[in-house]
């Protein structure tokens, strides 16, 4: 199952929520507050998040 990052509105906590397509959207587990918006950018900024280079070593 896909791995969803959600964001809080009312509060700014970011949590991830495993869930499928069709589930509502979850409870910021935080403040229990239901104003949550999902970052759908997760899979992209975690691959980019990789500061080596890409070279191959030469030894
Ligand atoms: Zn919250």
């Known amino acids: 199952m896909p791995i ?13 929520v495993i869930q499928k ?3 509502k959207e979850p409870l910021c587990p935080k403040c229990a507050g239901k104003d949550v918006e999902k ?3 997760i899979t992209h900024t ?3 998040s990789c ?5 191959s070593p030469i030894s």
């Not at 969803?4 to 991830?16: S, V």
């Open 51 to 55: 500061g080596a280079p890409r070279k």
């Open 4 to 16: 969803y990052e959600y964001r809080c509105k009312r509060c700014g906590n970011e949590f991830e």
């Open 46 to 48: 975690r691959q980019g």
């Open 21 to 23: 397509a069709d589930d």
């Open 39 to 41: 970052n759908l950018s």
